[in-house]
Structures are given as structure tokens and as C-alpha cells.
């Protein structure tokens, strides 16, 4: 395998590794960090359920998930990218940069 083909993996890997989103934590556990700003917020969660707040939490992620999705998106089809300093191949694998990003995000393993 090319080191471009190793370095878009690890691109790939790399942007599923930040993939977390911490305000989905923050509403999980039913506060935000208390600052003045965020008092309504933590009102606002200290009102849910724990099953709400997770529910809540799980959209609040799936929107982080499908903002980068949507970025990839557009990377893939306006720009030519670098990682570490390693132009990346456009499609390697016949498969667009957010596409690969779900599969990863999902524990699919990498073609060979």
C-alpha cells in the first residue's frame, strides 16, 4: 500500500478518533460546566429524566457525527487534501471521504 493510501487512513482514523462530542456528555450527565451562561441550560436538563437526557445527548452526537460527515462531503468534492504533509489520493478505495468516515465510525474494517 502506498504511504498516500496510509496516510488518507489514518486521516480517516483520526477524524473518527475526534469524533465524541463533549456536549453530549455535558447533557448526559444533566450539566453543563456552570458558568452564568449556561445557567438556563443545566435548568433546562436538570428538568429531564435520565433516559430524556440521554436521548437528547444521542441527537446532540449524531449532529456532531453529521456535521463532519457533511464537511467530508465537501472536501471530497472541492478540495485536494493533505495529512501530515502527504497530498491524499481522492478515493482510494472508490469510496468518498465521508463515506469511508461512517464505515470507520462504524468499526469496518479497511479494504485491502
Known amino acids: 500500500m502506498t504511504k498516500e493510501v496510509e ?12 469524533k465524541d462530542a463533549a456536549t453530549s456528555k455535558w447533557v448526559a450527565r444533566g450539566s453543563y460546566p456552570e458558568t452564568k451562561e449556561n445557567q438556563y441550560r443545566n435548568e433546562v436538563l436538570s428538568s429531564l429524566s435520565e433516559a430524556q ?8 452526537q449524531e449532529a456532531k457525527e453529521s456535521g463532519v460527515h ?10 485536494s ?32
Open 53 to 60: 437526557r440521554e436521548e437528547v445527548a444521542n441527537i446532540v
Open 70 to 79: 457533511d464537511l467530508l462531503a465537501l472536501l471530497n468534492q472541492e478540495c
Open 81 to 112: 487534501l493533505a495529512y501530515q504533509g502527504i497530498a491524499l489520493p481522492s478515493e482510494p478505495f472508490g469510496t468518498e471521504l465521508n463515506y469511508d468516515f461512517v464505515a470507520r465510525l462504524e468499526a469496518d474494517k479497511w479494504p485491502r
Open 7 to 18: 496516510a488518507y487512513k489514518k486521516f480517516i482514523d483520526e477524524v473518527v478518533s475526534i
